[in-house]
């Protein structure tokens, strides 16, 4: 999984590139969730891989 908590903000990153969701480090989201939200509105996609969890940003899901 790679939604990752610095203190009691929430940001998102992609496990492929390092791409971080937001980009901005002084708007990170309040809770776990928030950060899931933003990651579907954001165009970021989740996978599975022997069963483990990963992020990837749009750019790296393009890439596939």
């Known amino acids: ?14 496990d492929y590139c390092c791409n971080v969701l937001p ?3 002084g708007d990170w989201y309040d809770t776990f969730y928030d950060a ?13 891989v022997n069963g483990e ?8 899901f393009s890439r596939r």
Do not use: L
């Open 36 to 48: 899931v939200d933003g990651k579907k509105v954001n165009g970021w996609r989740a996978e599975k």
């Open 23 to 25: 980009e901005d480090d």
């Open 53 to 60: 969890w990963f992020d990837k940003c749009p750019t790296c």
């Open 1 to 14: 999984m790679s939604i990752d908590k610095q203190g009691n903000k929430f940001y998102v990153h992609c």
